[in-house]
């Protein structure tokens, strides 16, 4: 198992942000994909 350094942990967090307002372009809410809360 690989761990992490928050700085790719961070990165990974950026790139999902992107990839939903991508998403969001398209009318797609990202919350409905994932189940939501």
Do not use: C, N, Y
Request: charged share 30%.
């Amino acid at each position: 198992m690989l761990l992490w350094s928050s700085e790719q942990a961070e990165q990974e967090r950026q790139r999902a942000e992107i990839l939903a307002a991508k998403l969001r372009e398209l009318g797609i809410d990202p919350d409905t994909l994932t189940g939501g809360s």
